[in-house]
């Protein structure tokens, strides 16, 4: 059960940073969805709901994303999605339901790392910088490597670039935890982001990668298998050997996809409704040989 003693409003950005320094046990309150699962006590949880953190303003250069703006809130705008080719609504789209991506914030899913997280892996593959109070702007890939510092996320800012982009991802089942998760995107050369290794996301790019701008299918294969050689292991959605061959595949898949030589993924569709047999059977005859033969 989460307990918490004090509960904290602050106005502005620096003040819930000066509350989260004053104790070890103090802790910042996004959405909420993770931590209200957590069996601890919290000395003062702090909400930022009144920081002015909830906005999504564009420039000329970028998009600048408060850290309480929802999930759903950035998988509706139709400017940014257009400019980043959708990865995050395709990302996004299966966590659990509508009303969860209502609660969930963007700060908090990248502020948190979670290995399982569609968030951070859709971001990597793009330009994209975090503004901390304390530690100042700092790139998502250098921030996704560090440790969890006592400082505040106050803002997500995702730079314009004529972006070529696709997510990639598997699950056991619609609104489940990913398998392996990947994101591919085209700027300024190749960035992949390979997440649920089960850790956290791990970006690769420049020379790590290996991939030109105009490569062959060797040059393809090497790079896969790149990919497939990051720190992988297994956990009850799938074993190590398994994550290893989907980066691989699905780091195939991202990488034609977005330079255009594979056409999109479809869509998943709903399964065909279930045939039911206008009458029941009647002779063990029939049941023998597998039931009616006028169902199909």
């Not at 400019?83 to 963007?106: K, P, S, W, Y």
């Not at 730079?159 to 991802?169: L, M, N």
């Not at 105009?214 to 009850?236: D, H, I, K, V």
């Not at 002779?283 to 009616?292: F, I, L, Y």
Request: charged residues 25%.
């Amino acid at each position: 059960m989460l307990q918490f003693k004090n509960y904290a409003r602050p106005d502005t950005v620096e003040e819930a940073y000066e509350l989260v320094r004053k104790g070890r046990m103090n802790r910042i309150m996004g959405g909420g969805v993770w931590l209200r699962l957590q069996d601890r006590r919290i000395s003062t949880v702090i909400d930022l709901s009144s920081c002015g953190l909830d906005k999504i303003e564009e420039t000329e250069d970028a998009f600048v994303i408060g850290s309480m703006v929802t999930l759903r809130q950035l998988e509706c705008h139709q400017a940014f999605n257009d400019a980043t080719c959708h990865v995050f609504e395709r990302a996004v789209r299966d966590i659990v339901g509508t009303q969860m991506r209502n609660l969930a914030t963007v700060g908090g899913s990248v502020f948190g790392r979670f290995g399982f997280s569609d968030v951070l892996t859709a971001l990597l593959a793009l330009d994209t910088e975090v503004e901390l109070v304390g530690a100042g702007t700092v790139s998502l890939a250098t921030f996704a490597q560090m440790g969890y510092e006592r400082d505040v996320l106050a803002h997500v800012i995702v730079h314009k670039h004529d972006y070529r982009a696709s997510f990639q991802v598997v699950r056991r089942s619609a609104t489940d935890f990913p398998v392996l998760n990947v994101c591919a995107a085209e700027w300024d050369g190749w960035h992949v982001a390979v997440g649920a290794r089960p850790t956290r996301a791990r970006l690769v790019e420049g020379a790590a990668l290996g991939l030109p701008a105009t490569f062959t299918a060797e040059e393809l294969a090497a790079a896969c298998e790149r990919l497939a050689q990051l720190p992988f292991s297994g956990n009850m959605r799938g074993s190590e050997r398994y994550r290893r061959h989907l980066a691989r595949e699905l780091g195939r898949r991202a990488i034609c996809q977005t330079a255009g030589l594979e056409p999109p993924s479809p869509d998943p569709v709903a399964p065909a409704p279930r045939t039911v047999c206008a009458h029941t059977l009647e002779t063990p005859d029939q049941a023998s040989e597998g039931g009616d033969p006028a169902c199909s």
